[in-house]
């Protein structure tokens, strides 16, 4: 039979726009967030990370924004090149939690020349 | 820089078979976690080790084992491969202790399909 899988979010932009991804993660005690990005036929990659006590976070050319009180995380890429097209998750980690990280499901980034 | 190496990128095996995917890292790192990644599923923990000859669960170790016997390697052990095992496999490590994760170092996948 047919398999239906299930498909990433994507946002396309023009080269040299900022980009803003976005995630909602699932746990109100998680206490801190990294951002990954994952290109093609290559494992994911550390970019930034933030802790609950901060709600900014910046880093070269990405900045990462955490909104506790809707459980909200988003990256923010500067003047995007094409070599930021990729697949990015967002992962928490639960206070307390011996499992680590959970993963979202990743947004596809595609940089338009 | 740090370097986790799977050994195998790609791997087609058969229903029934005995799958091993192994991992080395080379910074000395505690922690150890393979993780499977399906399209729109992002990265699920399957198993992780903090230390030699341990392991503990994560959120899908059923028809999966482990084993890790020096610090550097961490294997992942398909008893009796299934179709539904098809799959890209991730192995990570960390320098962190078990409470304060720290960055993630990822090797660059196995893609394992079963016929």
């Known amino acids: 039979g047919e398999s239906v899988g299930l498909h990433l979010p994507t946002l396309s932009v023009q080269e040299g726009d900022n980009s803003i991804i976005n995630c909602a993660y699932s746990?109100?005690?998680?206490?801190?967030f990294i951002w990954y990005k994952q290109e093609s036929g290559k494992g994911p990659q550390f970019i930034i990370d933030i802790r609950s006590n901060m709600d900014k976070r910046q880093g070269q050319r990405v900045t990462v924004l955490l909104n506790k009180t809707v459980k909200h995380l988003s990256l923010q890429i500067a003047a995007t090149q094409p070599g930021d097209s990729a697949v990015y998750f967002c992962?928490?980690?639960?206070?307390?939690?011996?499992?680590?990280?959970?993963f979202g499901s990743g947004t596809q980034l595609t940089v338009l020349p | 820089d740090v370097k986790v190496t799977q050994s195998s990128r790609y791997l087609v095996k058969r229903t029934g078979e005995k799958v091993f995917l192994e991992c080395v890292q080379d910074?000395?790192?505690?922690?150890m976690f393979w993780y499977r990644q399906d399209p729109g599923l992002g990265l699920r923990l399957i198993y992780f080790?903090?230390?030699?000859?341990?392991?503990e669960k994560g959120d899908i170790p059923e028809g999966y084992s482990v084993s890790r016997e020096k610090k550097e390697r961490f294997s992942l052990i398909l008893e009796s491969a299934s179709t539904n095992q098809t799959s890209m496999y991730l192995c990570?490590?960390?320098?962190?202790?078990?409470?304060?994760?720290?960055?993630?170092?990822f090797g660059e996948g196995s893609r394992l399909t079963v016929l």
């Open positions: 910074m000395d790192h505690e922690n």
């Open positions: 080790s903090y230390d030699v000859k341990m392991k």
């Open positions: 746990n109100s005690a998680s206490d801190y």
């Open positions: 990570a490590s960390s320098y962190r202790t078990l409470k304060d994760t720290g960055e993630l170092f």
């Open positions: 992962a928490e980690k639960p206070a307390g939690s011996a499992r680590q990280l959970t």
